[in-house]
């Protein structure tokens, strides 16, 4: 099966600037979650999305933001780019098994905010 | 909720011996275990995981052991290779939610 993939995998924008990455999960996977990854911080994690719905949610403000298609495919959406929004931004299809999430990661994309 | 600590942060070995991460979690709920390993541009890549009703699981060169009770799980990589340099991430989960630790970077030298 094809992993997860990520586009774009690069991305450079200015501050103020909205910008929208897109994931697609493993052939079968129906829950896609994002995470933002920082030298200081780790892995953070943004939200998850299955079946169309937004699941569950972590602490960051509201110019984040996801969406779930039907095909499962992802997005995930920043406006108003700030400085400390510069980040790898990973996104993660899962599998459930035995009642267990079983979590694969893409690439991600690379985001550098100027 | 959940709150998992990793130790080291950072962890040299010389090529062929043996490197240990180590993880403590506080919520006695959770009940899978994932590590992954992340090269330098790379996403984390699964590596070996287990769950709550097993303690201790081998993939090769690698292992994972949980003590429940203490609420501690550790990772064991024997015969280091160059190539086994990379950052490790741990997990503590329960269903849908993945909390991580904050990474060890692991340097084999040759």
């Known amino acids: 099966k094809a992993g997860v993939t990520q586009t774009p995998r690069y991305l450079i924008k200015t501050r103020g600037q909205q910008v929208t990455l897109s994931c697609s999960p493993i052939s079968g996977h129906r829950s896609v979650s994002w995470y933002q990854q920082t030298p200081g911080q780790g892995l953070q994690f943004l939200f998850e999305y299955f079946s169309e719905t937004q699941r569950n949610k972590g602490n960051f403000p509201g110019r984040f933001s996801g969406r779930q298609f039907s095909n499962s495919r992802s997005e995930m959406n920043v406006s108003t780019l700030e400085l400390g929004d510069s980040a790898l931004y990973l996104c993660?299809?899962?599998?459930?098994?035995?009642?267990?999430?079983?979590?694969?990661f893409g690439p991600g994309t690379r985001l550098l905010v100027l | 909720g959940e709150n998992v600590e990793q130790h080291p942060s950072t962890l040299s070995v010389q090529e062929g011996d043996s490197a240990v991460i180590k993880c403590t979690y506080s919520d006695s709920a959770s009940n899978y275990f994932p590590w992954y390993k992340q090269e330098l541009g790379k996403g984390p890549q699964l590596i070996i995981d287990i769950r709550s009703n097993v303690g201790e699981k081998k993939d090769q060169r690698i292992a994972v052991t949980l003590n429940k009770t203490a609420k501690h799980f550790s990772l064991h990589i024997t015969e280091t290779q160059p190539e086994d340099s990379a950052v490790y991430f741990c997990a503590a989960c329960t269903g849908n939610q993945f909390y991580f630790g904050t990474g060890t970077s692991l340097t084999v030298i040759p």
């Open positions: 993660a299809s899962s599998w459930r098994d035995r009642g267990q999430e079983t979590q694969y």
